[in-house]
């Protein structure tokens, strides 16, 4: 078990988890342990539709400014 009081969401920051891991700040057991106990958020999500391209080709270039 860990000794220092690093809050457990930044030890597993998916960011340097992997660094935390070689270093033996945490284990892969532990990591693995942490992302089961994770919730869905899909529940909480919201679908956005957007559309890339040029649709604005009505656009003078004084629009631009």
Do not use: C
Not at 8 to 24: A, Y
């Amino acid at each position: 078990m860990r000794k220092d009081t690093t809050p457990p969401h930044m030890l597993f920051d998916r960011r340097v988890v992997e660094r935390n891991i070689r270093k033996g700040v945490v284990s892969r057991d532990e990591y693995n342990d942490w992302l089961a106990k994770l919730g869905d958020a899909a529940p909480n999500s919201e679908l956005i539709q957007a559309t890339l391209g040029s649709d604005d080709d009505d656009l003078d270039d004084d629009d631009l400014d």
